[in-house]
């Protein structure tokens, strides 16, 4: 197994920035947008954003949920491991309202339709977007793109890009990782 | 580790710790789910589930069905009383012409104890158990520990007294088995003639004074009298029992404690307990009725999970 750093945590620090700018850019002061981190490792992505909103832009008001995708996926029983839920926490309305999915990796795109079927439960957004951290153009399954991407890579099939977290793994840093 | 240890759910007797809490997990996530704007996912939207009631039920069955249809499954039901088996058809030859209908789950309810198992011996299908005889009524008891665990916590180290017929009772001895696994310690309490005779060996305490009974307990969960399965009289009349064994607002009152009431429905109000005991903020039965939903959902997740897909 061989693990090769993509992003250390100052390169990570600096597109987490670029991210929330643009999503300033956007949404200015987020009064009718809601943000989602995606379970389970967007919610840190989306943590993260949030902090640097309201730290260094002063906009403190951002709405920000969690939303576990588990019983959307188009892949029950056709795993070898069973699929381990996790929670859903959206104590808000997303109806009329801008939604931003927020993700660590873009992979074959099947996390994020499941997710655009999830929302649904809760009501009927304008519109919504996407946000990732990487973005593996070349793997996708379906025809999803992101609105604001960290990072794009190419990376083949058999390598995997790993997210780590400060607050999860002890760091930040992204690697990929070839088994 | 989050997969079921069993095949099909037969009984509490056959399922492990792990198997309740990855059940309690699960439902904790579909609690979530249905008391969201939309209460259905999609997950089991390939499944097809036939719900065999050879025996009258209103809110298991109904219960079923809610949960069956909140995953998106598709579902037929079926009642005995308007069915071929008032024909003479055997449960076999009508579970496979059930089956020939590509079934992937049955959910059953059956008088007879050890139906459910014997069904799960010659059929190619997962079968949950609704009932069967006097014999085990898992999900019923599954739904009880949850509502235990929302009151108070934790089931572990919680007294519990099963007041009522034990010896007609399913739900009795689903739920002595399920408290049992996750420590908690259980009495039961009703006429002697109703307590059946193996109970002790079971690790059960009898005691025949409800006040006592509910006295020493956090919980009393108390049954309905089942008047259908009793072909000779156990106790001399509804009024005595309702006298001696029911549960009224003097007799709660009365204790210096606020206990948890629970009842798997349908109440006999009056005789078991009385209406402001079942209406009142100790009562939970409410919330029995809602976990249901959510504990069905999650033991049918489960089981749907070890469904081979070239079945299809």
Same mark, same amino acid.
């Given at each position: ?72 996926? =188009? *892949?029950?029983?056709?795993? @070898?491991?069973? !699929?381990? #839920?996790?929670? &859903?926490? %959206? ?11 927020? =993700? *660590?990796?873009?992979?074959? @795109?099947?996390? !994020?339709? #499941?997710?655009? &079927?999830? %929302? ?60 | ?312």
């Amino acid at each position: 197994m061989s693990k090769k750093i993509l992003l250390n945590s100052k390169e990570i620090h600096i597109i987490l920035h670029r991210l929330a700018c643009q999503l300033i850019e956007n949404h200015n002061n987020f009064e009718n947008t809601v943000l989602i981190g995606i379970q389970p490792r967007g919610i840190y992505l989306a943590e993260r954003l949030v902090s640097i909103l309201k730290e260094d832009y002063n906009i403190s008001n951002v709405k920000l949920g969690q939303l576990d995708i588990t019983f959307y996926r =188009d *892949d029950f029983r056709r795993r @070898g491991e069973p !699929i381990e #839920a996790n929670k &859903t926490n %959206i104590n808000f309305i997303v109806e009329d309202k801008n939604v931003v999915f927020i =993700d *660590d990796v873009l992979y074959s @795109g099947r996390s !994020i339709r #499941a997710a655009l &079927t999830a %929302i649904q439960s809760f009501g009927r957004p304008i519109d919504i977007e996407l946000l990732v951290l990487i973005d593996r153009r070349f793997s996708r399954h379906l025809p999803i793109q992101p609105n604001y991407r960290g990072r794009q890579v190419d990376v083949i099939n058999e390598e995997r890009v790993t997210v780590n977290w400060k607050e999860k793994d002890g760091k930040d840093a992204v690697y990929i990782i070839n088994n | 580790m989050s997969q079921l240890s069993v095949q099909h759910l037969l009984g509490i007797k056959h399922l492990k710790r792990s198997d309740i809490d990855l059940i309690f997990e699960t439902a904790d996530h579909f609690k979530e789910v249905i008391n969201r704007p939309i209460k259905k996912v999609p997950s089991l939207r390939d499944i097809t589930i036939a719900n065999l009631f050879f025996e009258n039920s209103t809110r298991t069955k109904l219960s079923f069905e809610l949960a069956e249809k909140r995953l998106s499954a598709d579902v037929i039901n079926f009642s005995a009383n308007q069915s071929s088996v008032k024909k003479g058809e055997t449960l076999i030859d009508t579970a496979n012409n059930i089956l020939s209908m590509k079934v992937d789950l049955i959910v059953m309810r059956h008088s007879n104890v050890g139906a459910c198992d014997f069904l799960s011996k010659h059929v190619d299908a997962k079968i949950v158990n609704a009932g069967d005889g006097t014999h085990e009524h898992p999900t019923q008891a599954l739904l009880d520990s949850y509502s235990i665990r929302e009151k108070l916590g934790d089931v572990a180290g919680k007294k519990v007294v099963i007041v009522g017929d034990i010896l007609h009772s399913r739900v009795a001895l689903s739920n002595i088995y399920a408290l049992k696994l996750q420590g908690a310690e259980v009495k039961v309490c009703g006429p002697k003639t109703l307590i059946p005779k193996y109970i002790e060996s079971l690790g059960v305490g009898i005691e025949c004074n409800i006040k006592k009974a509910l006295e020493w307990c956090d919980v009393a969960n108390v049954l309905r009298v089942q008047n259908e399965r009793m072909a000779i009289n156990y106790f001399p009349s509804t009024r005595e029992y309702s006298q001696l064994f029911g549960i009224n607002k003097q007799l709660l009152d009365s204790l210096n404690k606020k206990i948890v009431i629970m009842h798997p429905g349908p109440i006999n109000r009056g005789v078991e307990l009385t209406s402001d005991v079942a209406d009142s903020g100790q009562s939970i039965i409410l919330n029995q009725v809602e976990n249901g939903v959510a504990i069905r959902m999650a033991v049918i997740y489960l089981l749907a999970q070890q469904i081979e897909r070239h079945k299809q």
